[in-house]
Nanobody, 114 residues
Framework: VQLQASGGGEVQAGGSLRLSCTGS????????MIWHRQAPGKQRELVAR???????ITGDSAQGRFTISRDNAENTVYLQINSLKPEDTAVYYC?????????WGQGTLVTVSS
């Protein structure tokens, strides 16, 4: 089982990014999928979650600018981030949850410059 997160990079404040999380050896459609992020010197925090049925939850710090979605045909989950701010700088991790089992990807770094 492998989750491959991609799409991070360095962008200027106000820009947008779309992060992708693609599964190998795992059928993501059966899993609730989450995005967490960890900024330098801070604890990891929930960004967004999408259930296997498509219901979404967005973390308090991600309200209004972050959108999680999934494409089951592509076995991929996305995180669209708009109006990026320097405080969004973090490593973004995707995870797949089924019951008590959670798989994590390796993370993708987003750096936002002012």
């Amino acid at each position: 089982v492998q989750l491959q997160a991609s799409g991070g990079g360095e962008v200027q404040a106000g820009g947008s990014l779309r992060l992708s999380c693609t599964g190998s050896g795992i059928r993501l459609s059966a899993y609730a999928m989450i995005w967490h992020r960890q900024a330098p010197g801070k604890q990891r925090e929930l960004v967004a979650r999408i259930s296997s049925g498509g219901s979404t939850i967005t973390g308090d710090s991600a309200q209004g600018r972050f959108t999680i979605s999934r494409d089951n045909a592509e076995n991929t989950v996305y995180l669209q981030i708009n109006s990026l701010k320097p405080e969004d700088t973090a490593v973004y991790y995707c995870g797949a949850i089924y019951g008590v089992q959670t798989y994590w990807g390796q993370g993708t770094l987003v750096t936002v410059s002012s």
